[in-house]
């Protein structure tokens, strides 16, 4: 039997698919993926929950089969939200280092940090992430523990990414009505970076787009931490929306044509070509041209990507992204999207792969399952910093003990 | 330009002369409603067919076409009527806009006199040397398809004969009044968007500028374009000015929430603010304006006046391009040839050059009034219909792409 405090799992509720991953934290700390379960989501749109019902039945299924692969029982997820709701920005702290000495103490990095995590958010919205970029000591930059440094004024800039807290809290309940317990919640644009980037990655400069359902995120970090975030409530559901309305066909069968003939610039096979839809008995209903078809998609996943062009440059990181663009997501499976976003970005973009995280090379392949693995490569970060604090057997137990007290 | 005319003589600073003329009843109203101290410096002049619309207004000067056929009762509706006297009368029109540097036309069409007289006006005021920029209200749905049918027929000729038309149709406005107004307010709140339209190019072509909008300008944009412009007079003060003007005009319900700005493919700007306009606030305008039309061809004008204190207005005239294939028509061909013949000159020729040389445009009536309601059809939004809308900058993603930004699928 496993030791169930080695065990994590994470939980996304995504627009098209709800998706549980099971991860096991190996003795050396190194992360095992053991085991997977999704459903197809209904009730959920733009990445949020519009029909609990539908949601929760959906999730006991994804539970379910990841339970049975995994052959854990899985008492708390990390829960991964999105939603066009979701935020992220840079704020900087300041704190007049006060002591005689003028050193640093940890104390004083608790006040810069807390002074930069109070930021004027909307009375609804809650921080979801602040993250620490670097420090100033009196103005010189680059500083990543000033602890014992000598200086007058210590400043930190911090990343807060913060969203609607009711409608987190929506998500929260839902899962906790499962019977799982929430342990943290995690933007999916953060989990998905988790699992794509390297640690150089990272330090040269990336840019992760996740292309889901119903919402793109995309996170760039830079010198190792994150500098820029945002979701745009735009997804593959909205190629098929165009496409249904384009071509004046049903839903359904807008989005199996996407998969079947979609493409995300248009291909010289294209031009000219149509495809005729039979119903059930053989007989031609409608011709469908193919070229309109890639055009309307075309436009659409362009349109995704100057957007989100437009917000990089006008947050000024272009030019930080040396270790260029990583896809993932469903969206990422587009015919020629790499292209396209070569096209728009006008840099190097390649689709990303879970990397340093070894099990089942099936779940680690597929661009969908990135968000939802790294919830589960958070969580064990995570993990493993609290076990390194206190000694390993009580320490556990007082992680767990206050999980409960946490969250009852 | 003819020989007879007093022209803008290099060397002199002479003011252009304006003359805004109120055509039929409708232009009579709008005419007698503008205030006479804002648009100083202009002559106001009213022509209609029947004496009683004419008798009530305040303007100084009042042309009656009248014959013996009419009677004195008016054309009764009809512009071919109307259209006739125009054209035996055509020397009074001619020397009526004698001396102005740029006629005004403001006319409500789908009725008798507007219809028909407008567009001889405008060929007359050509003729005897000015600019022409009409003003005309299409007709209400409810008033039924003969008026409809005239106004389109007469939008027609009026757009070769003008140097420019701005035309507001009724069914746009009609949408935003509150269906139990009673139908005097309807006119004057339709009206008033009008004038507000007026006034904005009144102050672009009348108050010196930081970054001069000339008349040309506004004529190419005008030229050729689609049947329907929209355009957009908003204001606002204080200290975020600039950013509420932004949003008073995405929300503008002449421009489609904004969605007539994406549609578009020339967009003129022109800002005009009391003391202290600064780089930052034309900047932040701007920038949201090109991303608003991503495909336009923007044209901007700024200009300072201190009564505006620390007003800030923008004025936006959005020309959108007909995408319907059209053919050219003889007849109407034909018309602009006479008049390139009456307006090719010197002075001020390389303004209305382009304006001789336009290609004339014609559709079927029918098939056009069922073209221009296209694009005012709600798209259903499919799947998200019933979600939150996805907004970007004033742009509703949920919209399919290649309908935003107008790609036509065969």
Redesign the interface.
């Known amino acids: 039997m496993f030791d169930e405090a080695n065990i994590i799992a994470g939980l996304e509720i995504g627009t098209s698919k709800i998706c549980v991953v099971v991860g096991e934290l190996g003795p050396e700390g190194a992360l095992n993926i053991i085991g997977i379960g999704q459903a197809r989501a209904r009730g959920v ?2 990445g949020e929950i ?1 029909n609990p019902e539908q949601v929760e039945e959906d999730l006991r299924a994804a539970l379910f089969e990841a339970e049975q692969m995994a052959d854990v029982e899985i008492r708390r997820v990390f829960l991964g939200v999105t939603g ?1 709701h979701i935020r992220g920005f840079n704020n900087r702290g300041v704190h007049p280092v006060v002591s005689a000495d003028r050193e640093i103490t940890p104390d004083d990095v608790e006040d810069v940090v807390k002074n930069a995590k109070a930021v004027n958010l909307p009375a609804e919205n809650t921080v979801i992430h602040a993250v620490r970029q670097h420090f100033f000591v009196d103005g010189q930059e680059g500083v990543t523990n000033p602890v014992g440094m000598l200086g007058a004024r210590l400043e930190v800039d911090m990343h807060v990414i913060h969203g609607h807290a009711n409608r987190i809290q929506n998500a929260i309940r839902l899962v906790r009505g499962t019977t799982l317990e929430v342990e943290e919640v995690v933007f999916n644009g953060t989990a998905a970076s988790l699992a794509l980037l390297t640690n150089e990655q990272k330090e040269l400069g990336a840019l992760v787009i996740d292309m889901g359902g119903g919402t793109t995120e995309f996170v760039v970090y830079s010198g190792g931490v994150i500098r820029h975030s945002g979701v ?3 997804g593959g ?2 190629v ?3 496409l ?3 071509l004046k066909v049903p ?1 359904s069968r807008a989005e199996k044509l996407k998969i079947e003939y979609g493409s995300a610039i248009l291909t010289d096979a294209a031009k000219g070509q149509t495809i005729s839809l039979t119903n059930e008995l053989g007989m031609e209903l409608k011709r469908v ?1 193919v070229e ?1 078809l890639q ?2 998609m075309s ?2 996943l ?2 995704v990507f100057q ?1 989100i062009a437009q917000d990089l440059e006008e947050a000024g990181l272009t030019d930080y992204l040396r270790a260029g663009i990583f896809l993932c997501g469903g969206g990422s499976r587009v015919p020629g999207i790499v292209q396209l976003a070569e096209n728009v970005f006008q840099m190097n973009v390649a689709p990303g792969h879970a990397s340093a995280i070894s099990g089942l090379t099936t779940a680690l392949d597929q661009p969908e399952f990135a968000t939802a693995i790294g919830l589960v490569k958070f969580g064990s970060l995570k993990l493993r910093k609290r076990a390194v604090r206190p000694a390993f057997s009580t320490g556990i137990k007082q992680v767990i003990g206050r999980f409960f007290t946490q969250h009852n | 330009m003819t020989e007879d005319q007093p022209s803008l003589i290099p060397g002199q600073p002479a003011q252009p002369v304006f003359r805004m003329f109120g055509v039929g009843n409708a232009g009579i109203t709008l005419v007698d409603s503008l205030d006479a101290l804002e648009f100083s410096g202009a002559e106001f002049a009213v022509i209609n067919t029947d004496a009683t619309g004419l008798a009530t207004s305040a303007a100084p000067v009042k042309i009656q076409l009248e014959s013996k056929l009419l009677r004195g009762l008016g054309s009764g509706g009809d512009p071919e009527r109307s259209r006739a006297l125009a054209e035996e009368q055509f020397s009074t029109l001619k020397s009526a806009c004698a001396g102005a540097d740029i006629v005004f036309i403001l006319a409500g069409l789908g009725g008798g006199a507007g219809s028909g007289i407008a567009p001889v006006l405008a060929r007359a005021a050509r003729e005897a040397g000015a600019l022409v920029l009409a003003f005309v209200t299409l007709p209400f749905e409810c008033e039924g398809n003969r008026r409809e049918q005239q106004a389109q027929q007469s939008l027609e000729l009026l757009k070769p004969a003008a140097d420019g038309v701005i035309c507001l149709p009724g069914t746009k406005t009609a949408k935003l009044i509150d269906e139990n107004n009673s139908i005097v307010d309807t006119f004057r709140v339709t009206g008033g968007f009008l004038i507000e339209g007026l006034r904005g190019i009144w102050q672009l072509l009348t108050r010196p500028g930081l970054i001069q909008v000339h008349f040309a300008d506004l004529c190419n944009l005008l030229r050729d374009r689609h049947v329907e412009n929209a355009f957009a007079y908003v204001e606002a003060s204080g200290a975020g000015r600039s950013r509420e003007v932004m949003e008073r005009l995405l929300n503008h319900p002449l421009l489609d929430e904004g969605r007539a700005l994406a549609e578009s493919d020339a967009v003129l700007v022109s800002l005009t603010a009391g003391k202290g306009l600064t780089m930052a606030e034309i900047n932040r305008v701007m920038d949201q304006m090109k991303r608003q039309c991503g495909h336009a061809q923007i044209t901007m004008g700024a200009a300072e006046d201190p009564a505006l204190k620390d007003k800030l207005c923008v004025t936006v005239i959005v020309a959108k391009q007909n995408s319907a294939p059209t053919a050219l028509s003889l007849r109407l061909e034909s018309r602009t040839t006479t008049n390139n013949t009456g307006t090719t000159g010197t002075g001020t020729s390389a303004v209305r050059e382009p304006a001789a040389s336009r290609p004339v445009r014609q559709r079927k009536p029918n098939s056009k009034m069922v073209q221009s309601q296209l694009p005012l059809s709600v798209v259903s939004k499919g799947r998200f219909d019933k979600s939150e809308p996805t907004l970007h900058r004033g742009e509703d993603l949920d919209v399919p792409t290649f309908l935003r930004r107008g790609l036509p699928l065969n």
């Open positions: 749109r733009k519009i066009s745009l409530a735009v559901d909205h098929s929306n165009d249904a309305y384009g839903l041209n309109h055009r309307i436009l659409r362009e349109e957007l």
